[in-house]
């Protein structure tokens, strides 16, 4: 483990160096003259066992309340709540492996939306935005993501088994989160060129609101090349507009005035940059489509699109599949959307087609 930032007071050089590192009067130091006062608890060194797992978290977390410690590294400590792992996996710049028992300095899971943004992660920020994600997509939508709603939601995730418990990435809001996650990290990934994230990306309600934005595009409109080529210019061109800080900028005074994590303040930013967003996208000549509200085929249009092509496999007869062996049976077709869904196709017969399994889940894939 490395000195913490803390020691910074002490001296600038000692903070992230391990005791090997040290200088040799500093080690003779620490080795020398100061004393250290340890209890020691027996009894709990079975890393498989739950009853273990569980004294040792509790203890571990008594400990962190004596030291002065922020609302996320107490939320930290919480080590048997189920979000708190999902949020220490895919933010935390270390990880911890179970089954050795010892931690991993790099993190191979660290998400890579977390190298898009310059926001540090010293005092583990990371680890409370994607927790303030993370109550966004529960709440679909604006909501209030105050540090006390993030210690809460942490809290409310305790689970008597949750040491080691990664089950909540199956949830519907860890699963959404981590793909608006990795298309907000697509959106600027050609310009994470040295190491670092963008620099537009810094303040942490500039952040939350981009996320937002991103999301409700994804959910309610078309969101391929172009608009996402779109989206990474207006966030160029709002940062410029938002650091000019122009007295007549009455939506940027707006927007910079309410920096608050509530659920109104954050509502209040989403309409302004939802607002100049579209503004922005007709100045630049771009319609922005919206989907179709109609996802799924009914059953009477599934009945039609198969009878049309009696079952046949599109993909199974382009690859010259005789329509005896390219027919699929009724239990196991795809009703799949010639263009797609997500780039505006429209859930009508005339653009429908009949998939057998195997060639829609390439699709998907692809």
Known sequence: MTLPQSLADVDSSLPGKKYSKLP???????????????????????????EHQQTAAEIFWRLQQGETLNYMEVAHARLSSLPRNFVVKYADDISFDYDSYKPIEDNPHTHAFFRTITRPNNRMQHLAILTRLLILEEQDGPADISDTNVSEFIEKGHHPDGIGNYSYEDTAPARSALSNMHAFHCVFRSDITDGSGMRELQAEYVIISLYLLLRHLRKHYVFAEQEQRLFRAFTIWFDKRRRDRREDDSDIQVFTSRRQQSGREIKIRDRVIRQLFFEYARTQGTAILTKDKKRRFNESERIAIYREVD???RECSKLGLPDEEAKVPW??????????????????VDNAQVLCRAHNLAKGAS
């Open 24 to 50: 040799v009067k500093v080690r003779q130091f620490v080795d020398k003259t100061l004393r250290y006062d340890v209890d020691t608890v027996k009894g709990i060194d079975d890393p498989r066992n739950p």
């Open 331 to 348: 239990s196991e077709y795809e009703a799949d959307h010639v263009v797609p869904h997500s780039k505006g196709g429209l859930t009508v």
């Open 311 to 313: 079952g046949v496999c």
